[in-house]
Each structure stands twice: as C-alpha cells, then as structure tokens.
C-alpha cells in the first residue's frame, strides 16, 4: 500500500534540497496574469471534469472573483491550468489563498488516484517545448484536505531542469475526491535570497557523506551593495543533543560578493545538526540549519539481503545496501496498447545495476484500456485484467527488455489486501500462475517470489490463507513476498523474530527454495493514524530497523527492504509522509539513516551465531521460533533485552538492546577494555571491572565488539 510513493518520488528533484524557505524573498511580478480570476478564466484551461469548474462572486478571496471547483466524487480528475515561461537558472514560490469545504475521498472509493490521502493538490509541471520533463503527470506540491477558511499556502521550485522552457502550475482535484476548495490571488515569482543572506549546504547529496569524503557544510554568504565584515558562528551537535563542534569567524565581503566558508564535521560516524547565525548587533542578520550525516565507508562486499527504496540509489548504495526495489506499471509501461515507455524504467534499472546494487522487479497496475474495472471506475488499476493473454504478453515483453537488469521478480504488489487488487481468491492464483509462467517461459532460470503477503499478524497459517487464498498458489513462487509492517508497536512485541522463524520452517514444508523476501517493511516517524497516542519518533523509527533488520539477518531472510529512502512531502498526513530516511523537501538525513548505515556496516562483516536472552545466559538457535507457536507466544515470555551474537573477523560482535526502551543494564564477562557503539556511531570504551563490563542499553541497539563469549 506504500508502494504508491515509489511513482511520486522521482519528482521531487523539482524540490529544493538545500534552502528553506524564509531565507528567500519573492521579487518581481507575478508570472501568471489573472492569478486572481478577476477577468473570470481568462488565461486558465480546465481539463477532465469542466463542470465542476465555476469562477465565483460571492466568495472570494480579493477583488470581486475566486475559483470554484467542486467535486461529487465523480471518477476522472479535474485540472485548472495556468502556464508561465520560466528561466531554469531561476527559482520560483507559487503561492495561492485557498479556501477549502469538505475536500476528502469519496470512501466509496477505497483506491482511487489519491491514495497518497491527497484529494486536492497544487504542483508544478515543468515543460521544455512540448514535452513533459517528469514521469508524473505533476508535482504534487501542497496538498488541501477537510475544512479551512482562507488560508495562505505556497511551495518554492529551487531546481529546474536546464531543458526546462516553461511551466504550467496545475490547481488539481484528483479522481474520485469530494468537497470545494475556491482559489484566489494564484501567483508565480522569482525569488532570490534575503542579503547578505547565509544558506547552509554541502557538496554531498543530502550531506550525507561518506568517512573518507572530507564530510563538511559549506554556509554560502551572499553580500548586498554595502561592503562589511560580518561574523559567522556555528554549532554542530549530536542529533541527540551532545555538541561535537563550534566556532566563529570574521567574514569580509565586498558589495554583490559571495563566500563560502567551510565548517568541518569530522570523520565521526553520526547523524549531525548543524545552524549558523550570520551578523552583528545593529547588521542584518540571517541564519539557517540543516542536518548533515557520516557514514562509514560503502563495504565493498555488503551485506547480502539489505535493501532500501525508493529514492536516489546513490544514497542506497552509501549506506551499504546490496538491493534496491521497483516497479513496473502496466499502465504506465504501456497507456495505450502497444505505446511502450521504456526509457525511465530501463534508466533506472541500468543505474541501479551500475552502482552494484541488485533489483528486485515487481509488475504491478493494469492500465484502463485492459482492466475489468466498471467503466469510469477510479481504482480500475487494480482490477484483473480483461484478456489473462494480454498481461502474459506485457510481462514477456518486459522480461525481455529488462530481465538483464533484474536479479529477482515480485509476481505483483500486495494483491492480497483489498486496496491492492479486486479479484477473487482465485484470480490471484490466475495472476500468479500467468506472470510467472510468462516469466519462466522469456527467463527460465528467473526467481520469482511471491504472494507478497501484507498481512500486519502472522502471514502465512494465519488470517491469509486461512481466508481462502489456496495454498496451491506458492507453486509459482520461489520464494516468500511478504511486507510484514508492525507499526506502531516494535519488532519484538509483534514476534518478528519468530516468525520469520515460522516462515523459514513452512517454506521447507512447502518446498520454497527461496527464501523469505521482505519487499517492504518500514515504521512512520509520525503519530499512527489509528491509534494517535501511538507515535514512533525518529530515534524508535533507527531504533526499530535495526532491531528488525538485524532480527530479519540473523533468520537468514533472502532480502530486507526498507521503505523507505526518502520521506514523501507532498502526502499531507504525517503518517503517510514520515517512512523515508531521507528528508524530502530540504533534503537531508533522519537519524535512521545512519543507523541502517551503520548497521549495514557491522552485518557486512558479520555472521549470525545465535541469539542471547539475558545477561550471558544463551539459548540454543530458533529455540523460542522453533518450539513455541507465534500464537503462544505471551509477553511474558520475551526477556527485557535482547540480544545477537554474530561472529565477524576480529572476533564476537553482540548486537543488544532493551525491548520496552527503559534502560536496563546488562554485565559482560570481559577480559578486556570493550568497545560499545550505540547504532548512531557514539563510541564509549569500557575497561572491566572484576571480570565484566556493565552496560546501559536503551531501545536504540549497540555493537559491542572486544567480547570473549
Ligand atoms: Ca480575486
């Protein structure tokens, strides 16, 4: 159900990565004549539903006109479209006054174009001549949901495209929404920075940097017409609090210069935040944030089943991930029967591949012209096909064009839950059966995995298949799909471990030879929509992946994919935004990338020996995932902390945490000093005392390394 950002991220390159917005004033006119309707909608084209289009008189929001668009959640999409020659060297702020009455889903409509719960939206599409420079249709920027008075909204493009001619602002009501927004005083400016103005940035993408790659923020100052010596401070802590550096600097800048002046961050692996104030009592004064990472140096063999998507692969690849996942949309590979989009897919693939990582490609969505959808139905994409002969034929084709690039196939996306496919029980078997005997028969050698099992309890014995998906299913799959979400509670609440556990034990009963794939596993940093006194923060979203990653390693899982790499900005509820590792609109790491970072370093190196409940006191291998049933299983019965033991090449690395998050401390036997590091790369080295070394563990895991065990 998350795999609906994997379409919308790769627009984001329109986004700023680096400037927030305050340090950027608007000049100039606006680009948009008529941004206020006044002369009705004169210079505006509507596309889709014209109907609901009206220009309004009685509310507004200045002048005597607004925009009205009202939507009864009729299927197809309305759009009100205004275009303005652009200077892609420029940056731009649309900004807009909205007013919005009940604009939401028609519930009706359980998997309309909205599932990213964005009913109403304003973006940007950027144009060089005729062509449409991104794969989405727009770039949904600001999204309008329920009920406001007016209210003012904006967004900044910071990045065009050197291609880019012109750009059309899209005031967008997706398929299937209800409600009314009214738009007035609808503008398009040039901006540029506040002087002298101070943006901080890097020369990483994201400022994420490897060790090795001299990690340091550049703050870029930009003077006015007055020459002056202004002075630069900064700060960089620990994104816990703890401040590792700062200093102050006299700056000279002539009239119109610019300077940049470098902070260091050290070679310290952490996830860092870094503000800088520019000026003097009686000057301007400006300043900024950001936040900026150090990773350890990519391994050169990493580790075999960690994967991260989707999002840049570079920054999959710096934090040491071997597996990257994508999509491949029938409706959007082929829109109309036998038009072939080829090159964005077949771009990525051969990137991915090219920074080493590996593929996994899973088919997903018919397209209108094939689906069995009712006609005008908003979801129909995910209704089975009209002819079973034609999805053969597409995915033939697409194992063709792309198998090289591929190292495993997903038969389809989460076709077991009701929002992720209309078919009965047994067209999903018919879905199985023609993908993969369509890929076998292009590549016989390909791994397909499937049934991509979503299911937030116990996946396989359980509610699933007990529901009426035939076991006969798993004959097309050579390994387990699953995406095995816990949210909001953690890993080991939920039996994580034992029941992959399960999963290894019923793929040898059923004779799948590969494996368990987790395509999809991720915690929001966000409050959970169901249970809103639940909130994972961004500490226990790091804390929760590398506690199931490591749990997932040591169960010898075929893959682990996080979603997901970048956090998704134009999704308005935090819920939905909040997977990513990566911020989206300023750009820069959470807390978690590190932490997969890292943890992608030590497993690299790293094989699992068993795991430890309690201080020293072992239990053999799957003892509590091989005897006891997920369903026995009471919280009693899982210990306070829990702990890995993996074998690396300088000797025994213990992996260990506390499960509730309350400190507990646990007593080593130690001949030695012990080096502990906390999974956001804090070292502290420990000497024993008596024989042992205690140690404090929180929910967030250390590496302890320098055991003899
Ligand atoms: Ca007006």
């Given amino acids: 159900m998350k795999t609906v950002h994997a379409l919308l991220v790769a627009i984001k390159t329109l986004v700023a990565t680096v400037a927030q917005a305050a340090t950027w004033e608007t000049t100039g006119?606006?680009?948009?004549s008529n941004g206020g309707f006044e002369q009705g909608m004169a210079t505006w084209g509507v596309t889709g539903q014209k109907a609901a289009v009206a220009v309004d008189d009685e509310v507004r929001h200045a002048g005597r006109r607004a925009l009205r668009i009202s939507a009864t959640g009729q299927p197809g999409e309305v759009r009100v479209?205004?275009?303005?020659?652009?200077?892609?060297?420029?940056?731009?702020?649309?900004?807009f006054m909205a007013k919005t009455r009940g604009v939401g889903h028609d519930p009706k409509l359980s998997n309309a174009d909205f599932v990213l719960d964005m009913a109403a939206s304003v973006g940007l599409v950027a144009y060089a001549g005729d062509r449409g420079l991104d794969w989405c249709p727009t770039a949904e920027a600001v999204?309008?949901?329920?009920?406001?008075?007016w209210k003012s909204y904006s967004?900044?493009?910071?990045?065009?495209?050197?291609?880019?001619?012109?750009?059309?602002?899209?005031?967008?009501?997706?398929?299937?929404?209800?409600?009314?927004?009214?738009?007035?005083?609808?503008?398009?400016?040039?901006?540029?920075?506040?002087?002298p103005s101070l943006m901080l940035g890097s020369a990483a993408m994201d400022n994420i940097f490897a060790r090795s790659e001299k990690p340091q923020v550049e703050a870029r100052i930009t003077n006015d017409a007055a020459p002056r010596t202004v002075t630069l401070r900064w700060e960089v802590r620990e994104s816990r609090g703890v401040r590792t550096a700062n200093g102050e600097r006299r700056v000279a800048l002539a009239a119109h210069a610019a300077r940049v002046e470098a902070i260091p961050l050290g070679q310290e692996v952490g996830h860092?935040?870094?503000?800088?104030?520019?000026?003097?009592q009686g000057t301007p004064r400006d300043h900024d944030r950001l936040e900026a990472a150090v990773v350890p140096d990519p391994p050169r063999e990493p580790c075999a089943s960690l994967g991260l998507w989707p999002g840049d692969f570079s920054l999959?690849?710096?934090?040491?991930?071997?597996?990257?996942?994508?999509?491949?949309?029938?409706?959007?590979?082929?829109?109309?029967?036998?038009q072939w989009h080829w090159d964005l897919l077949e771009a990525k693939l051969k990137q991915a591949n090219a920074l080493g990582l590996k593929v996994v490609l899973c088919f997903n969505q018919v397209p209108r012209w094939e689906s069995s959808a009712p006609p005008e139905n908003a979801a129909f994409f995910i209704y089975p096909p009209k002819h079973w002969d034609n999805?053969?034929?597409?995915?033939?084709?697409?194992?063709?064009?792309?198998?090289?690039?591929?190292?495993?196939?997903?038969?389809?996306n989460e076709p077991v839950i009701p929002w992720g496919w209309k078919g009965s029980a047994q067209d999903i078997v018919t879905l199985h059966r023609v993908i993969h005997d369509a890929i076998r028969r292009v590549r016989p050698d390909a791994i397909i995995i499937g049934p991509c099992i979503c299911d937030g309890g116990l996946m396989l014995k359980g509610a699933t298949f007990q529901a009426g998906l035939p076991l006969g299913i798993l004959k097309y799959c050579d390994g387990l799909a699953i995406h095995p979400y816990r949210e909001p509670r953690g890993p080991e609440a939920t039996f994580f471990f034992e029941e992959l556990g399960q999963l290894r034990r019923f793929s040898a009963e059923h004779g799948i030879r590969q494996g368990t794939w987790i395509t999809e596993i991720g915690w929001s940093?966000?409050?959970?929509?169901?249970?809103?006194?639940?909130?994972?923060s961004e500490l226990d979203q790091a804390a929760y992946l590398v506690r199931s990653a490591v749990a997932a390693v040591a169960q010898q899982v075929r893959l682990f994919n996080w979603h997901a790499l970048r956090e998704a900005d134009y999704v308005p509820d935090p819920y939905g935004r909040n997977f990513g590792l990566v911020r989206a609109r300023i750009g820069g790491p959470k807390p978690g990338y590190v932490a997969y970072a890292l943890c992608a370093h030590y497993l690299a190196q790293a094989r699992f020996v068993r795991r430890l409940t309690d201080v020293g006191r072992a239990c053999p291998p799957n003892q509590v995932a091989g005897e006891a049933k997920w369903k026995d299983l009471r919280p009693a019965s899982i210990r306070a902390v829990d702990g890995y033991w993996f074998e690396q090449s300088g000797g025994p690395l213990l992996i260990a945490w506390s499960i509730s998050g309350r400190q507990e401390t646990i007593e080593l036997p130690a001949a030695g000093e012990l080096r502990v590091e906390d999974a956001l790369g804090s070292v502290v080295h420990l000497k024993p005392q008596a024989g042992k070394v205690a140690i404090a563990l929180s929910g967030l895991p250390v590496y302890v390394s320098g055991l003899r065990l």
Avoid: C
């Fill in 525 to 536: 940093s966000a409050e959970f929509p169901w249970s809103p006194k639940l909130k994972t």
């Fill in 272 to 280: 860092y935040i870094v503000t800088a104030e520019l000026g003097d």
């Fill in 391 to 412: 999805l053969a034929r597409f995915v033939e084709k697409v194992v063709t064009r792309l198998g090289s690039h591929v190292a495993a196939w997903e038969i389809w």
């Fill in 155 to 195: 967004f900044d493009v910071m990045e065009l495209q050197p291609a880019t001619t012109h750009v059309q602002l899209h005031l967008l009501f997706h398929n299937g929404a209800v409600g009314t927004v009214w738009f007035d005083d609808v503008e398009l400016k040039e901006i540029s920075p506040r002087r």
């Fill in 81 to 95: 479209i205004a275009g303005a020659k652009v200077d892609p060297a420029k940056k731009y702020r649309a900004s």
């Fill in 143 to 149: 999204g309008l949901s329920g009920s406001s008075d």
């Fill in 29 to 32: 006119p606006n680009l948009l």
């Fill in 316 to 338: 999959a690849r710096k934090a040491g991930m071997s597996w990257t996942r994508d999509m491949a949309f029938w409706r959007y590979l082929e829109p109309e029967p036998g």
